[in-house]
């Protein structure tokens, strides 16, 4: 039987979050974003999923793309052309603490992988357990099991998901698993979130929505992740915002979505993402 995912209020000790992150590969961070931003990020999220077909998403996943992604799931990004909430998500302090002891030992700086709404429709299936750091095969494939955290994922309520209603289920440990491609659901647990909260959870740890066993409800959800400023993110947020779009900005919002180069110190490399071969730290 699985063990069940540690559950901790924001204001805990980030020392305490880490220490379930590290046991268990995943963790539930209660009230990790205000209630304010949630509703703000949520009504507007609710404006643009009624223009959202089922299942249009693939992820360039080709013929597989639906079975992934979810006959009946609605998903889609660029999140910050929707509300500045999102933006407000990605300066949170909790949650840039924890990606910053997670991520910078092993990349020197991360950006945004993808911020994407996912809906799951009433009647789909459960998603296959999956590890999002295989998006990045070729590295892992090379360096398992000895691979540095290169990817940190939350996946965030933006009102009350069940199990009934298709939370996602997450495998306890197994991101220290020998095993690079498949887990069971029955090694898994449901993820319950109350509008917030948020499932932070490792690149290497098997997950998956889970099956919307309801006939008329829909799982309202959002997933925010980070991936290391060496890699290649899911979403190109270089294209979908402006300068001007991010005048407002902090400057980690403006690195953590393509418009400032990536720096590798303190480990060796060079600077990548340049524009006009600036100094390290200027406009990407």
């Known amino acids: 039987m699985a063990t069940e995912l540690t559950r901790l209020p924001a ?17 539930i961070v209660e009230r990790l974003f205000p209630r304010a931003v949630i509703d703000e990020m949520a009504a507007a999220a609710e404006a643009r999923a009624a223009e959202v077909a ?16 979810g006959a009946n799931t609605i998903r889609f990004s660029s999140l910050g052309r929707l509300s500045p909430a999102f933006f407000d998500m990605l300066d949170n302090e909790v949650f840039a603490a924890l990606a910053d002891a997670i991520l910078l030992p092993s990349c020197g700086s991360y950006w945004v992988n ?42 965030i309520g933006l009102e009350t998901t069940t199990e009934e209603l298709g939370a996602t289920r997450v495998a306890p440990g197994t991101h220290r698993s020998g095993d690079l491609h498949r887990f069971g659901e029955a090694e898994s647990v449901p993820a319950e979130l109350e509008p917030g909260d948020a499932l932070v959870y490792s690149g290497y740890v ?6 919307n066993r309801t006939t008329d409800r829909w799982r309202r959800a959002m997933h925010l992740s980070f ?14 915002y402006t300068e001007a779009d991010l005048a407002g900005c902090s400057d980690r919002v403006r690195r953590l979505l393509g418009h400032r180069s990536y720096d590798p110190r303190p ?18």
């Open 267 to 284: 480990h060796p490399g060079g600077g990548l993402w340049l524009r006009d071969v600036k100094a390290i730290g200027g406009d990407a």
């Open 114 to 155: 993808t911020g994407q709404v996912m809906y799951i429709g009433p009647g789909e299936p459960a998603q296959v357990l999956h590890r999002d750091a295989n998006n990045w095969w070729e590295f892992v494939n090379r360096t398992w099991p000895d691979s540095p955290e290169i990817t940190l994922s939350t996946m």
């Open 54 to 69: 089922p299942g249009s998403a693939t992820q360039g996943l080709g013929e597989d793309g639906a079975s992934f992604v």
């Open 11 to 27: 204001t805990a000790p980030v020392a305490d979050m880490l220490e379930a992150f590290e046991r268990d590969g995943g963790l």
């Open 227 to 240: 991936v290391a400023g060496w890699l290649t993110p899911e979403e190109s947020c270089a294209l979908d």
């Open 206 to 211: 098997f997950h998956g929505g889970g099956e």
